[in-house]
C-alpha cells in the first residue's frame, strides 16, 4: 500500500483527487439543482416535498450522500494542500508577474473563489441541512402520508432580503470556480484531445452559467412570489 500512499501525497496525485472529487461534485450539483426546480411547480410545495422525503429515505440515495459529504471534504482538504504546495515551491514571486495574460482571473483565483463559496456551503447547511435532520419541521400530509414541510422552510428562509442576496452572489462565484474547474477536471485526468477538448470547454462553459444561474433563480422567485 506504500505506493498508494506516496501518490496521495504526490502533487499530482492531490490533484487526481481534486478532479474526481470535482467531476462527482458537479454532477452532484446536477442532481441536486434538477430536483430543486420542484420548488417553481406552483403546487404549494407537495412534489418538493414528495421529493424530499426520497431523497432523504432512498438507500441508494443515502450511499450517495455519503459519498458527497467524502467529495466534499476531500476537495477542501486537497485544495489546501495544494496551495500551501505551490506557495512552498514560489516563495518569493515573480519580479513582473503577467498573470492577467497567462491566465483567467478564476484560475488564478480559486482559493478564493473556493472559500468563499465554503462560506456560503455552511449558512446553507446551517439553514437547510441541519433543520432538515435534526430540527423542528411542521409536517403536512398528501393522502394519508405525512411528509415534512421543507418548501415552507424554504419559503419562510427566502423572504429575508440578505438571505436571498447572499445566495444570489454565491451563485456568480459557484459560476466562476466552474469555469475554471470544470475544464481542468478533464485535463487533470489526461482526457484532452484537440477532437474533443473544444467541445467540453464549451459544455463547461454552458453549465457554469446555466446551473448557478437556475440555483440563484429559485430564492428570487420565491422572494418575489411569496
Same mark, same amino acid.
Not at 14 to 19: D, H, N, S, V
Not at 115 to 124: K, M, S
Not at 144 to 173: D, R, T
Given at each position: 500500500? +506504500?505506493?498508494?500512499?506516496?501518490?496521495?501525497?504526490?502533487?499530482?496525485?492531490?490533484?487526481?483527487?481534486?478532479?474526481?472529487?470535482?467531476?462527482?461534485?458537479?454532477?452532484?450539483?446536477?442532481?441536486?439543482?434538477? &430536483?430543486?426546480?420542484?420548488?417553481? $411547480?406552483?403546487?404549494?410545495?407537495?412534489?418538493?416535498? *414528495?421529493?424530499?422525503?426520497?431523497?432523504?429515505?432512498?438507500?441508494?440515495?443515502? *450511499?450517495?450522500?455519503?459519498?458527497?459529504?467524502? +467529495?466534499?471534504?476531500?476537495?477542501? *482538504?486537497?485544495?489546501?494542500?495544494?496551495?500551501?504546495?505551490?506557495?512552498?515551491?514560489?516563495?518569493?514571486?515573480?519580479? !513582473?508577474?503577467?498573470? +492577467?495574460?497567462?491566465?483567467? /482571473?478564476?484560475?488564478?483565483?480559486?482559493?478564493?473563489?473556493?472559500?468563499?463559496?465554503?462560506?456560503?456551503?455552511?449558512?446553507?447547511?446551517?439553514?437547510?441541512?441541519? $433543520?432538515?435532520? /435534526? =430540527?423542528?419541521?411542521?409536517?403536512?400530509?398528501?393522502? !394519508?402520508?405525512?411528509?415534512?414541510?421543507?418548501?415552507?422552510?424554504?419559503? !419562510?428562509?427566502?423572504?429575508? !432580503? /440578505?438571505?436571498?442576496?447572499?445566495?444570489?452572489?454565491?451563485?456568480?462565484?459557484? =459560476?466562476?470556480?466552474?469555469?475554471?474547474?470544470?475544464?481542468?477536471?478533464?485535463?487533470?485526468? &489526461?482526457?484532452?484531445?484537440?477532437?474533443?477538448?473544444?467541445?467540453? $470547454?464549451?459544455?463547461?462553459?454552458?453549465?457554469?452559467?446555466?446551473?448557478?444561474?437556475?440555483?440563484?433563480?429559485?430564492?428570487?422567485?420565491?422572494?418575489?412570489?411569496?
Amino acid at each position: 500500500m +506504500s505506493w498508494v500512499t506516496k501518490t496521495l501525497k504526490s502533487t499530482l496525485g492531490r490533484k487526481l483527487i481534486m478532479a474526481l472529487t470535482g467531476l462527482f461534485l458537479i454532477l452532484f450539483l446536477t442532481g441536486h439543482v434538477s &430536483g430543486n426546480l420542484l420548488l417553481f $411547480k406552483g403546487d404549494g410545495g407537495e412534489a418538493f416535498n *414528495i421529493y424530499a422525503k426520497f431523497m432523504t429515505t432512498n438507500p441508494a440515495v443515502k *450511499i450517495l450522500s455519503y459519498l458527497t459529504y467524502i +467529495s466534499v471534504i476531500g476537495h477542501i *482538504i486537497y485544495s489546501i494542500l495544494l496551495s500551501q504546495h505551490n506557495k512552498a515551491a514560489r516563495p518569493v514571486g515573480y519580479a !513582473e508577474s503577467k498573470a +492577467s495574460t497567462n491566465s483567467a /482571473w478564476s484560475s488564478r483565483n480559486m482559493g478564493v473563489l473556493g472559500t468563499i463559496i465554503l462560506i456560503f456551503l455552511v449558512v446553507h447547511l446551517q439553514g437547510f441541512w441541519a $433543520k432538515m435532520h /435534526w =430540527g423542528e419541521v411542521p409536517m403536512v400530509t398528501y393522502g !394519508e402520508e405525512e411528509y415534512k414541510n421543507l418548501f415552507l422552510i424554504v419559503s !419562510e428562509a427566502f423572504k429575508q !432580503e /440578505w438571505l436571498v442576496a447572499l445566495y444570489v452572489i454565491s451563485m456568480g462565484f459557484l =459560476g466562476f470556480h466552474l469555469s475554471h474547474g470544470f475544464a481542468s477536471a478533464f485535463q487533470t485526468l &489526461g482526457l484532452n484531445h484537440k477532437k474533443y477538448s473544444p467541445a467540453i $470547454k464549451a459544455i463547461g462553459q454552458v453549465y457554469c452559467i446555466v446551473v448557478p444561474a437556475a440555483f440563484a433563480s429559485m430564492p428570487l422567485y420565491i422572494y418575489f412570489t411569496s
